[in-house]
């Protein structure tokens, strides 16, 4: 299992690096919009997820309309490649970048209702059906759809463009980094249980160990990796790391807790076991899903960045 585990590992790690690659390259040359490598991956992790969370669902007595949830999945992350394109062909975006995306939720809803209308035979389990159905688009497909979003805080130039890629990736640097930290730390000297019931096996010092080295990832990110993007230096001390750190590195391990509760509440383990020593997908990106908006709201209202 630890050799599986391991060489799962270094195929994600050696993956993300190509795609990152050319998910940087392509759109910095002008051969394609910001998004182009980036959009088609996500749209495979979102579905993937929305797909878990359908059989979570599902294996805890509920019922969920799954083509609700996978079609609304794929409105609403698409969506996120229109001002992407439309900032390529330099046209004026008429929705702005939230725009699109909220329309297909609300597409979504609308869906939802019309399924329901037609399918409708007797009383009871509508509202319990449509209402986990939509959870499912906005839990998995709308907090998701913030990655993709933050790989497009900058179109007007090659400048904004890098670090556009700086705060993507940034995410799950801080985000991985702090899992790692809040694991080690807690396993060597954990000793108080931060949620017994829920979650066991974390710690508060296994939190406090992952804060510190999530904040290490944020340093790492703005003071190193943006500049090798970039090209421009934020200086020894980047503005604005350290809430980035605590911030970011905070809302992953509620979203970690939060996975856990989805899952507490039906009686799994994993959300999926086809990768073993992993999970499935849900549990690889819970804390990247709650992390993520916070990372997006940083970055756009300047707290960190150039």
Request: proline share 5%; hydrophobic share 55%; with cysteine.
């Amino acid at each position: 299992m630890l050799r599986w585990r391991l060489s799962l590992g270094l195929v994600f790690i050696a993956s993300i690096v190509v795609l990152s690659a050319l998910e940087f390259w392509l759109p910095a040359y002008g051969y394609a919009p910001a998004g182009i490598i980036l959009l088609p991956f996500s749209l495979l992790v979102a579905l993937a997820g929305a797909d878990e969370f359908a059989g979570l669902v599902a294996q805890g007595g509920h019922s969920v309309r799954r083509v609700l949830v996978l079609g609304g999945t794929l409105a609403v992350v698409g969506a996120q490649f229109v001002p992407a394109w439309l900032a390529w062909q330099g046209r004026v975006d008429p929705l702005g970048t939230w725009g699109w995306p909220a329309m297909a939720f609300a597409a979504t809803v609308l869906a939802g209702f019309g399924i329901e209308i037609r399918n409708y035979e007797k009383p009871g389990g509508v509202i319990a059906r449509l209402g986990l159905s939509v959870f499912g688009v906005a839990y998995v497909a709308l907090l998701w759809s913030f990655v993709i979003a933050l790989r497009g805080t900058g179109h007007a130039s090659a400048r904004d463009a890098a670090w556009g890629m700086t705060a993507m990736l940034s995410l799950p640097i801080v985000v991985k980094l702090g899992d790692i930290g809040a694991y080690t730390v807690g396993r060597l000297i954990g000793r108080h249980k931060m949620a017994p019931v829920l979650s066991p096996g974390k710690t508060l010092e296994g939190a406090a160990g992952g804060l510190l080295l999530a904040c290490a990832g944020s340093y790492v990110s703005l003071a190193v990796l943006g500049r090798l993007l970039s090209g421009e230096s934020l200086g020894w001390w980047p503005r604005g790391w350290l809430i980035y750190g605590i911030a970011v590195g905070a809302a992953g391990m509620i979203g970690d807790l939060a996975e856990s509760l989805l899952k507490r509440d039906v009686g799994a383990k994993d959300s999926s076991r086809w990768m073993p020593g992993f999970g499935g997908v849900l549990d690889l990106i819970d804390s990247v899903l709650f992390a993520a908006p916070v990372a997006w709201l940083l970055w756009k209202l300047g707290v960190v960045g150039p």
